[in-house]
């Protein structure tokens, strides 16, 4: 019995020694962002970019101390598939690379266009990346974006995931997905795809902006890309991503103004938003409605010099007429998003999955297959019920 | 006929436990519900049905059991259908344990090497959990129900815990529309969950040593509709999260789920619990098996000492684990219904059917001649 006892022991500690699969630390080298590009053959281009935590932790620049303090680096390869492009990246590196922690999948437009469902599939299947990250678009050089330095953080790919997953700060472009979300719409019948967009500034990338005593962000956070199944469409500006999101309640936080009743402009914090998308098949007619609940609170205004008084937030009319201009502005921006949507033949707002969803014998009985012919003559009715929650920490406005 | 002997018992708690967490690990390591049919935003429902067929079947079996109470299965269908079909029958059941001890540890290493440990061999997984398995059925299932009870908590806790980290990223509209394509795929997607109940087999080699007695049959039947209701549930989690299609299409869609969702900013990954969770009821299933098989084994080459026969059938489902599927595809492969669901009615349902029949017939002529008798 004791010999069995202690093979077993021998057994188990040679078992947890880890044999085959062990990976020390001090061999590794992390990628915290991973970019995709395709080239003018066809052939994929992954870029990564490689955190150097010393280096970060000292406080460094990127380009004001010689090569090896960066707190990041970039490197760029070449291959057929996407997964030889991330493998071709090894052979430039001393270590081996783990993806297992990156922060940020990164699409640039010319593979968008083309189709990014090998890239989704990659991601899908490997057992180091994950489908928590968070994915967007950029518009511009990939290369340039990942090689920027941004001023909030000294590694980029940390900054980039804070921008595109803000909590509870003002944004009014679209929230980021993230790839699990991205796939699901991708997946789902009568859906597609509305990917966040980081816009590259002019300047970023070259020595010069990043020598400037303030250096701007090289990169913005604004607007979406529209697909149909994997294909990059086209771009949605800030206030149709901001309809798209409001009508598929994906928006929790975004500014909107609007005319006081008083003169000048009332700036609203919308807080909460809530939709439903009702379809309706009348003699096989399809039709829409998308009813949405705002709910905000008043934030700034203007009109207040010249001994205006401002809105007098204690009278009901005021209110009510505040609440139907900010009611007016949603419905504008989801009105935006379907124009687009229909102009785009892209059902990022979700209509078709709404009838795949609630009317399924009709999805069934043929919409679904002729859904992006239907699409564009889909008549749309939008309702928006706006609440003002508060006037902000003052009951009346400050004038002078 | 020869009898079991043996002085080892086991509470029914623990055989509950045993059950639900062997039937938990697999059905939650690649969710048959969404997998093996296209039930697709209806598995919930598959799971319920499948759970209440599952129900019905372990009543089947534990109330045979219950008929012959100091006898185990290789005992009665002797006795039932004659020495010869018995033997065969015996067999089958032999070779059941084997199967399902075999292919649970084979999908565990499928796991780690699919997710985890890419390079280490299967053989090394492999031989590391058979025999892990193999040593706790040495030392007889008294010490595997203890195991299993102090495990059960945590089993249960690591499973509740990646599915309540999941939840957040539960979005309704992936379980939409709901029932309306029909029966038909619904029950596509139960055979293969259905017949993974084999497990409860083992109640018929177990029965005469658990204790206390009148809960015996309401145990092993209460661990089936538990087993399935948290089946139901995470099936329903597990489409509400990853959707119909990405479900659908993975290897090992829980662990896929707890891969994908990130519950805080702070914690971030949480697959280790499902993970561990697995590990620790692939442990309690394959230690039930591997002593259950070498019972079942010892019974029917009379050899007195069951735990002689360990070494040998703990061989056995190392040679079947590592050279019965080739590889990942063929694993999935053998589930696929019809064919696993046939496979497991033809050895197992038509077996228990035959000697329901026999008892039946037998209790019947009894009866009719102890009225002539009167």
Not at chain 1, 96 to 103: D, W
Not at chain 1, 152 to 161: S, Y
Not at chain 2, 167 to 182: D, E, F, I, K, Y
């Amino acid at each position: 019995m004791r010999l069995i006892a202690a093979l077993a022991a021998l057994f188990m500690a040679f078992s947890a020694a880890g044999c085959w699969d062990r990976k020390e630390p001090d061999d590794m080298v992390f990628a915290v962002a991973l970019g995709f590009d395709i080239d003018e053959d066809g052939d994929y281009v992954a870029i990564a970019q490689f955190a150097n935590p010393m280096a970060a932790k000292a406080g460094v620049g990127p380009t004001s101390q010689p090569a090896g303090s960066a707190p990041f680096w970039t490197n760029c390869a070449k291959g057929r598939t996407p997964f030889d492009a991330l493998s071709n990246l090894s052979p430039a590196l001393s270590r081996e690379m783990t993806v297992s922690n990156i922060e940020v999948l990164l699409i640039s437009e010319r593979l968008a266009r083309r189709g990014i469902a090998p890239i989704m599939d990659l991601v899908a299947r490997d057992n180091e990346l994950r489908l928590a990250v968070s994915a967007a678009v950029v518009d511009g050089s990939l290369e340039s974006l990942l090689e920027s330095q941004l001023p909030e953080d000294p590694i980029p790919a940390l900054a980039i995931q804070r921008m595109l997953n803000p909590i509870h700060f003002i944004d009014p472009s679209a929230m980021s997905p993230g790839l699990l979300q991205s796939i699901a719409d991708m997946l789902r019948p009568g859906q597609d795809l509305l990917m966040p967009v980081l816009r590259l500034n002019a300047g970023a990338g070259s020595e010069s902006g990043t020598d400037s005593t303030s250096p701007g962000s090289p990169v913005t956070h604004m607007g979406s890309a529209a697909f149909h199944r994997d294909k990059m469409i086209g771009w949605l500006d800030g206030h149709e991503s901001r309809g798209a999101n409001f009508a598929r309640s994906r928006s929790q936080h975004a500014p909107i103004s609007v005319q006081s009743p008083a003169g000048g402009l009332v700036s609203i914090h919308i807080t909460h938003v809530e939709s439903t998308i009702t379809p309706r098949c009348v003699d096989g007619d399809v039709s829409m409605l998308i009813r949405a609940k705002v709910e905000g609170h008043v934030q700034a205004q203007t009109g207040l010099d010249q001994g205006q008084a401002g809105v007098n937030f204690a009278d009901p009319e005021s209110l009510q007429h505040l609440r139907s201009r900010l009611a007016q502005c949603v419905r504008e921006d989801i009105e935006h998003a379907l124009a687009r949507s229909k102009q785009y033949k892209s059902d990022f707002v979700g209509l078709g999955n709404a009838i795949y969803r609630r009317l399924p014998q009709v999805w069934r009985a043929g919409v679904g297959e002729r859904w992006y012919e239907l699409l564009p003559d889909v008549p749309v009715q939008v309702e928006v019920e706006a609440a003002l929650t508060s006037s902000g920490l003052l009951r009346e406005s400050l004038h002078y | 006929m020869r009898m079991a002997k043996t002085t080892e018992v086991m509470s029914t708690r623990q055989l509950a436990g045993i059950l639900f967490m062997m039937r938990t690990t697999v059905v939650i390591s690649f969710v048959p519900l969404i997998t093996t049919g296209s039930a697709a935003q209806d598995a919930w429902a598959a799971g319920l049905i499948a759970g209440l067929l599952l129900t019905l079947a372990a009543w089947v079996v534990a109330g045979l059991a219950a008929r012959y109470p100091k006898l185990t299965v290789i005992d009665y269908s002797r006795m039932l259908l004659g020495r010869f079909f018995g033997t065969v029958v015996s067999l089958a059941i032999s070779w059941h344990f084997l199967l399902i001890a075999a292919t649970d540890i084979r999908i565990y290493a499928e796991l780690m090497r699919v997710a985890f440990m890419p390079n280490t061999p299967i053989w090394f997984t492999t031989l590391a959990m058979v025999f892990l398995a193999s040593l706790a059925a040495w030392f007889g299932i008294e010490p595997i129900g203890r195991a299993a009870e102090a495990f059960l908590p945590f089993f249960v806790a690591f499973i509740a815990l990646t599915l309540l980290g999941a939840a957040p990223s539960v979005n309704v509209q992936n379980l939409q529309p709901a029932l309306a394509r029909g029966p038909g795929p619904i029950f596509s997607s139960v055979w293969t969950p259905l017949s993974i109940g084999l497990q409860w087999v083992s109640v018929g080699m177990l029965f005469p040593q658990l204790t206390p007695k009148d809960q015996r049959v309401r145990s092993a039947v209460v661990a089936a509709a538990v087993s399935s209701a948290v089946l139901a549930v995470v099936a329903a989690v597990l489409v509400g999260v990853l959707g119909t299609s990405l479900s659908s299409k993975s290897l090992f869609p829980f662990l896929k789920m707890a891969r994908s969702v990130k519950p805080t900013r702070t914690i971030e990954r949480i697959e280790i619990l499902g993970t561990v969770a697995w590990g620790l009821g692939l442990f309690a299933g394959g230690s039930t098996m591997v002593y259950c098989g070498s019972r079942a084994m010892a019974q029917i080459l009379r050899i007195q000492e069951s735990r002689k026969v360990v070494p040998a059938f703990g061989a056995l489902v190392a040679l079947h684990a590592m050279y019965a599927y080739k590889d990942a595809f063929e694993l999935v492969g053998f589930f696929r219904p019809p064919g696993f669901p046939l496979l497991i009615a033809l050895t197992a349902g038509v077996p228990y059917a035959l000697m329901w029949a026999s008892h039946v017939a037998r209790h019947l002529v009894r009866r009719h001649f102890g009225r002539q008798g009167r």
